[in-house]
């Protein structure tokens, strides 16, 4: 359930993750910070019919990982603003990633979406209790795996090397653009232009290949794949080009090696740029339980893969 009122209560439940309980779990959980320098805290499910009661010893077990947040800054009047607010945003999205992170380390986790709030334990606990049974089943699916993420760039650079060494013959390298070659300087410019046009035309056949063959090692490791929007603007690093592809793969701890260096192999062509990255909690193929229905945050809010 979402809250609803400008000031419910002096604090909110922000859920980061659903978790299998185990062993240390709980030593990890208390010495962690955070949203808004929270710490955090496992919530249990309780029985059907048994209010306030610890969940049945046959119930799945699954906990949420939760701080308590104020009102003021996570109510859903003031998550609209902050919304806007991008440097607010990139440190709730980093503070929500080490918690999720951390968890990872010694538990199965489902990521919940960033900013998944509550007006109290008791909602929070009801919604878990409620979707118990399904997130028992997925954390069981996703065990053993983790995500990595395959981002592939192309250079918009019409050359590594400087656009001009792309038109000129070597002799006329110290001209001018358009002497020494008989055209003039609005025909050198067009000649450029369209030199630079092809190459980027080029560049991008040769990164739809590797974006190809990259799916063929997938393939061939049967990877179940989410693709996410491309990256645009402020979320892609200076220098790195275009963002041209933008994929999500689920893959066994015991795979893992062996499909990083396969993507690693196809990789090798002039002006683009493969990254693989992980491993992750499984963010992008989590199933996380009904949430509460948040403004939702800019895609990607959940770190650089």
């Known amino acids: 359930m979402t809250a609803t009122d400008p000031d419910p209560g002096p604090g909110l439940v922000y859920v980061y993750a659903a978790v299998r309980p185990g062993q240390g779990l709980g030593d990890t959980v208390r010495v962690l910070t955070g949203v808004a320098g929270a710490g955090v805290e496992l919530l249990e499910s309780v029985a059907e019919g048994a209010t306030g009661a610890p969940a049945q010893d046959d119930a799945p077990a699954v906990a949420f990982a939760v701080s308590l947040v104020p009102a003021r800054d996570f109510g859903e009047e003031a998550l609209k ?3 806007e607010d991008l440097d607010w945003l990139a440190d709730v999205a980093r ?3 080490a918690v999720v992170e951390s968890l990872a380390a010694c538990t199965g986790v489902l990521p919940l979406r960033l900013a998944t709030v509550y007006r109290d334990r008791e909602r929070a606990r009801a919604a878990l209790t409620a979707r118990r049974d399904g997130l028992d089943a997925r954390l069981a699916l996703l065990a053993g795996q983790a995500e990595y993420g395959v981002k592939v760039y192309v250079s918009e650079a019409a050359d590594d090397s400087g656009e001009d060494a792309v038109l000129r013959p ?16 609005g025909k050198a410019c067009l000649r450029r ?18 974006a190809d063959r990259i799916a063929g090692v997938a393939d061939g490791f049967a990877l179940p794949r989410v693709r996410h929007p491309l990256q645009q603007g402020p979320l892609v690093a200076p220098g790195l080009g275009a963002n041209v592809v933008n994929d999500a793969y689920l893959v ?8 990083a260096a396969e993507v690693a192999a196809v990789t090798a062509e002039e002006g683009i740029r493969v990254e693989v990255t992980g491993p992750w909690a499984p ?4 199933m996380p339980p009904e949430q509460p229905s948040a403004p939702r945050a800019p895609r990607r809010t959940e770190p650089e893969r």
């Open 193 to 210: 232009r369209r030199a630079q046009h092809g190459l980027r035309e080029t560049r991008q056949r040769k990164a739809a290949e590797v």
């Open 170 to 185: 070597a002799e006329d390298t110290r001209q001018p653009a358009g002497q020494g070659s008989g055209l003039s300087p």
């Open 252 to 259: 066994p701890d015991e795979s893992a090696e062996a499909f």
């Open 283 to 286: 963010y992008s193929f989590a």
């Open 95 to 97: 503070a929500h990633h």
């Open 81 to 83: 603003e902050r919304f």
